[in-house]
């Protein structure tokens, strides 16, 4: 099973996430490499791969890369070779944007997209705004990203509000396992 899961940026996916895992620890998470610069206590290999803009040209062409897309000025991909090694033992979850799920989708029909939203509009905002680590431009930016990844939720076989993190969490969980029964 292939899951993706997607959302704006502020929305609480890596929190989400995390307790997937800490509720599902047998589940496997690829980790995508960006050329935008670790944020404080990030780490490689295990947030992102931090390659160069020139490695990731490279991995490009090399079609290293199972999808990429670019925004905020850096580039993020989903590495292929993992995501198909894992696929064949087990469920993996891709955390990536609009533009990479769609063509995920695209390449694996039978991967589950689903969309984590903000309770709402307001509070995603002042969730960006909160987070210090970006300067006031890069806030509007992400807010009209924000918006742009949210108007593609038609596009996404689920929606799950994230009011609360457990419960969300669990949501997921649950619409991985009716999906798995579908597939079997
Ligand atoms: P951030 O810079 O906040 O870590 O991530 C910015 C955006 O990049 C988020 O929407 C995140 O989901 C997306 N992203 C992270 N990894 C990938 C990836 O491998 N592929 C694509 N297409 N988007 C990604």
Same mark, same amino acid.
């Given at each position: =099973?292939?899951?993706?899961?997607?959302?704006?940026? #502020?929305?609480?996916?890596?929190?989400?996430?995390?307790? =997937?895992?800490?509720?599902?620890?047998?589940?496997?998470?690829?980790?995508?490499?960006?050329?935008?610069?670790?944020?404080?206590?990030?780490?490689?290999?295990?947030?992102?791969?931090?390659?160069? %803009?020139?490695?990731? &040209?490279?991995?490009?062409?090399?079609?290293?890369? &199972?999808?990429?897309? !670019?925004?905020?000025?850096?580039?993020?991909?989903?590495?292929? /070779?993992?995501?198909?090694?894992?696929? &064949?033992? #087990?469920?993996? *979850?891709? !955390?990536?944007?609009?533009?990479?799920?769609?063509?995920?989708?695209?390449?694996?029909?039978?991967?589950?997209? *689903? =969309? *984590?939203?903000?309770?709402? =509009?307001?509070?995603?905002?002042?969730? &960006?705004?909160?987070?210090?680590?970006?300067?006031?431009?890069?806030?509007?930016? %992400?807010?009209?990203?924000?918006?742009?990844?949210?108007?593609?939720?038609?596009?996404?076989?689920?929606?799950?509000?994230?009011?609360?993190?457990?419960?969300? /969490?669990?949501?997921?969980?649950?619409?991985?396992?009716?999906?798995?029964?579908?597939?079997?």
């Amino acid at each position: =099973m292939l899951a993706v899961i997607s959302g704006p940026s #502020g929305v609480g996916k890596g929190t989400v996430i995390k307790e =997937m895992f800490r509720l599902r620890p047998s589940l496997k998470e690829s980790v995508s490499c960006t050329t935008r610069a670790p944020r404080a206590g990030e780490r490689d290999g295990v947030d992102y791969f931090f390659v160069s %803009r020139e490695r990731f &040209l490279q991995m490009i062409e090399g079609g290293e890369l &199972l999808e990429y897309s !670019e925004h905020f000025e850096n580039y993020y991909g989903t590495p292929r /070779a993992f995501v198909e090694k894992t696929l &064949l033992s #087990g469920d993996i *979850i891709l !955390e990536i944007d609009v533009d990479g799920a769609l063509s995920v989708k695209a390449a694996h029909p039978s991967a589950v997209l *689903i =969309m *984590i939203e903000p309770p709402d =509009m307001d509070e995603l905002k002042r969730r &960006l705004e909160k987070r210090g680590t970006e300067s006031g431009e890069k806030v509007a930016l %992400r807010i009209s990203r924000a918006e742009y990844e949210l108007s593609k939720k038609d596009k996404y076989d689920y929606c799950v509000v994230n009011e609360d993190v457990t419960a969300a /969490a669990k949501r997921i969980l649950e619409i991985i396992d009716a999906e798995k029964e579908v597939l079997l």
